[in-house]
Each structure stands twice: as structure tokens, then as C-alpha cells.
């Protein structure tokens, strides 16, 4: 037995677990991979991951929240017009609610960027919030609750607060609350071994660990 994988050109190809004796591109381009014989096909695995540069459809709202208006640009895949559809509905509720949580005026001066991303790394995120590019990037499977944590952000980042852990905090707690107020669940956080093994003093959490 033998297995051979072709991928049409044009995708990045990735092989994340298992092995081929040869990976060749053929006349049209197409990547392809090739165990040769197999001596335990039974037992034989591999996990192929492929993927295309992103072409985004940016789509711009104006939402309410309190005394300012946010500017928001949906940056979605052509193809994924569902998940902007999604975002849009779900920032329209969130943001005045958070707005009205706080306390405090929408505090960013551009728009508020909000792009649809996938990850192939181990350790992929759901959501990271960049306050330098007013920019959150959310993982084309991302819950409510990670969006609406995102979008705290907005608020809660360097410019208001100077460590990690207070604005990862705030974040959360003002999440949970909008996420009440909403009726959308948002989960408080739960200790796990993986958390308690890296219990640290929390002005030790560094700006560049773990997006959160």
C-alpha cells in the first residue's frame, strides 16, 4: 500500500504529523506527497494542513455607544461573508453595553479593526487585541465570550493601565458583566493544571506572553 496527497498549486502546505519519503510539485503546480510502500499501512498517520494568502472584504460600521461613535471596519474573508454578518451583529450589542459598564468614553481615536484569522500554530489563539494598531484579530471559530473580552480591550490596554494583569483583569470582570447584561455567557475563568503550573507574581506577567 502507498498514499499520495496533491494539493493544487497556489495552497501552502504544511505537514504537521506523520511523514513522506518525498514531497514533488508537478507540471501544473500542484504540490504533492508521496509515502512510497507502506510496511504498516494500518498503522500509518499523517495530518496535512493547506492554506491561501487571505483576501479580505472590508465592511464598515458605525456603532453608538454612549456620548461617541465607534468607527468599526469588519475585515472579513471573501468567502466568509457568515462570520462578518456575525461580528457586526454581536460588536452592535456589545460595545454600547460595555460603554454603558465602564463608565468611560470609547477611548481610541481611529477605527476599531476587527479581522477574521486562522492559526496553525500549537499554541493558536482565539483572539489577540493590538492597542498600537487599534486592531482585534479573532479566530474564524471564536465564541461570543472571547469577542466580548476582546472588545473590552478597547478600554483596557497601556494606555489606561500599565500592567498586564490589571488590564487582562478588567477585561475580564467588565466582560462577565456586559456578558450578563447581554444574556450571552461568559464564563468567569477556571484554575486548571496548566494555570496553576505557571502561577507567577503578577507584576512578572510580561506584555508579550500568551494573547489574551
Not at 500542484?30 to 494568502?53: H, Y
Not at 465570550?145 to 480591550?153: F, G, Y
Request: hydrophobic share 45%; charged share 20%; net charge negative.
Amino acid at each position: 500500500s502507498a498514499v499520495t496527497v496533491r494539493i493544487p498549486a497556489g495552497w501552502e502546505v504544511a505537514v504537521e504529523s506523520g511523514t513522506f519519503a518525498r514531497r514533488t510539485t508537478d507540471a501544473s503546480g500542484a504540490t504533492v506527497l508521496e509515502t512510497g510502500p507502506l510496511r504498516s499501512p494500518l498503522t500509518w498517520f499523517a495530518f496535512v494542513s493547506a492554506t491561501q494568502p487571505a483576501v479580505y472584504v472590508d465592511q464598515s460600521l458605525t456603532i453608538p455607544a454612549g456620548d461617541r461613535d465607534v468607527e468599526v471596519v469588519l475585515q472579513g474573508w471573501q468567502d466568509d461573508p457568515a462570520w462578518a454578518a456575525r461580528m457586526g451583529s454581536l460588536l452592535e450589542d456589545v460595545l454600547p453595553a460595555l460603554r454603558q459598564e465602564i463608565g468611560l468614553p470609547w477611548p481610541l481615536t481611529g477605527p476599531l479593526v476587527v479581522r477574521e484569522t486562522a492559526s496553525r500554530d500549537a499554541d493558536a489563539y482565539a483572539s489577540v487585541f493590538d492597542p498600537d494598531e487599534g486592531r482585534i484579530e479573532v479566530a474564524y471559530w471564536a465564541d461570543e465570550a472571547t469577542v466580548i473580552h476582546q472588545a473590552a480591550h478597547g478600554w483596557f490596554n497601556t494606555a489606561l493601565l500599565g500592567d498586564r494583569w490589571a488590564n487582562e483583569g478588567f477585561a475580564t470582570w467588565y466582560a462577565m458583566r456586559t456578558g450578563a447584561a447581554l444574556e450571552r455567557t461568559v464564563p468567569p475563568p477556571e484554575m486548571d493544571e496548566d494555570a496553576a503550573a505557571a502561577e507567577r507574581p503578577l507584576n512578572a506577567w510580561a506584555p508579550d506572553e500568551e494573547p489574551g
